[in-house]
C-alpha cells in the first residue's frame, strides 16, 4: 500500500463517522482529494464541507440537519454517549482509526463547569494524518554532542505542529544502525498523536514511546517523570501557565523535551509574556518554525536559548 492509499484510507475511516446521506456525499470527493483532506465539517444548516490544503470546499447543497448531527455522535461514540461523556465534557470525541470529532453547541453547567450539550451546532472531524519523512532533514540540527536537544514546534493552528511532533517523535523511539531508540514518554491529552484505542495507539509513534492518554499536561507531565523513566517528554500545544511550569521542571530534572505551541513566529511568541519568560528561561534550545510556501510546509530551526 502506498502512501497515499493510506491517507486515503484513513480519511475513508472518518466517512464511515458520517450519517448515511452525508457519507455519500463524502465519498464523492476525487481519490486525490481524499488523499490530502485534513477535516470534515458539519454545521447545521449549512453544507458538509471538507477542509483541503487549498481551503475548504462543500459537498453538495443539502444542509446538515440536528438530527444528523445526533447521529453523528452516536456514531463517534459506538451508540454509547453516557460512556464518553467524560471526553464530550471536553468538547471532543477520540474514535478507533484515530480520528478526532470536535464539538460545538449549546451546553449546559452542573457546579459551574461544563457537564455536556444540549444542542449540538457544528462538528470537526479531524482526520489522521502520518506523514513519514517528514522529520527526516530535520533531526540531524536537533542533534548536537550525540543528544537531543529539548525542541519547541511552533506554527499557527493547521500549520503541521501535531504532525511533525508525531513524526519526530516515532525517529527518536526507534531504534536504528546509529542508536538505540530513546524512551520517549507521550503525554497525549486529547488522543491526537498516538490515538490510543484499547490501550493500542492507532498511529505510529515508534517501539519505545510510552502513552499517558486523556491527563492534562501539567499532571501528565510530572506523572511520567515519577513513573517511566524518560529520556524525552513529548507533549502538544502548551498553553498556560500550568503548562509551562510543568516543563520547565521537568527541564530541571535533565529530561529532554519536545513540545508544540500556537504562534506565527518567535517574534509573535515573544510578544506574550507567558512564553517569552518560558524562552528566556532557555527551556528549548532549538526552535522549529513551520511555514507554509508554494503549498509546502517549509521547516526553519533557530538557537532557542538566550531568549531565541
Known amino acids: 500500500m502506498t502512501d497515499m492509499d493510506m491517507q486515503v484510507a484513513r480519511y475513508d475511516t472518518a466517512v464511515l463517522l458520517l450519517p448515511n446521506v452525508l457519507r455519500e456525499r463524502a465519498r464523492e470527493l476525487t481519490y486525490r ?18 477542509l483541503l490544503p487549498r481551503g475548504e470546499m462543500e459537498l453538495g447543497r443539502e444542509n446538515v440537519t440536528r438530527r444528523e448531527l445526533e447521529l453523528l455522535v452516536e456514531l463517534a461514540t459506538g451508540a454509547s454517549v453516557h460512556a464518553s461523556q467524560r471526553e464530550i465534557q471536553n468538547g471532543y470525541i477520540s474514535c478507533r482509526g484515530g480520528c478526532r470529532v470536535g464539538l460545538c ?5 452542573s457546579e459551574g463547569r461544563m457537564a455536556g450539550y444540549s444542542v449540538y451546532s457544528s462538528a470537526a472531524i479531524r482526520i489522521a494524518r502520518e506523514k513519514r519523512g517528514v522529520a527526516d532533514g530535520l533531526l540531524p540540527e536537533l542533534w548536537r554532542e550525540g543528544r537531543f536537544h529539548s525542541t519547541l514546534i511552533i506554527a499557527p493552528p493547521g500549520g503541521g505542529k501535531t504532525t511533525l511532533l508525531r513524526e519526530i517523535v516515532r525517529k527518536l523511539a526507534t531504534s536504528d544502525p546509529s542508536r538505540p531508540g530513546l524512551r520517549v514518554a507521550l503525554c497525549d491529552e486529547r488522543g491526537e498523536i ?3 484505542w484499547e490501550g493500542r495507539p492507532q ?10 492518554d486523556a491527563c492534562p499536561k501539567p499532571k501528565a507531565v510530572l506523572t511520567v517523570l515519577r513513573s ?19 516543563v520547565e521542571r521537568a527541564r530541571n530534572c535533565g529530561v529532554a523535551l519536545l513540545a508544540t505551541v500556537h504562534a ?29 510556501k508554494n503549498g509546502r510546509r517549509e521547516y526553519q530551526v533557530r538557537d532557542g536559548r538566550n531568549g531565541a
Open 33 to 50: 482529494d481524499r488523499a490530502v483532506a485534513e477535516e470534515l465539517r458539519l454545521r447545521m444548516g449549512r453544507p458538509l464541507s471538507v
Open 105 to 109: 453547541g449549546s451546553v449546559y453547567l
Open 194 to 196: 498516538a490515538a490510543l
Open 203 to 212: 498511529l505510529d509513534v515508534g517501539e519505545r514511546t510510552d502513552i499517558l
Open 228 to 246: 517511566m523513566n524518560p529520556q524525552v517528554i513529548a507533549l502538544d500545544e502548551i498553553t498556560d501557565p500550568e503548562d509551562v511550569a510543568a
Open 264 to 292: 506565527a513566529d518567535v517574534e509573535d511568541l515573544t510578544a506574550r509574556p507567558l512564553y517569552r519568560d518560558m524562552l528566556c528561561g532557555n527551556v528549548f534550545e532549538n526552535i522549529v518554525t513551520i511555514r507554509l
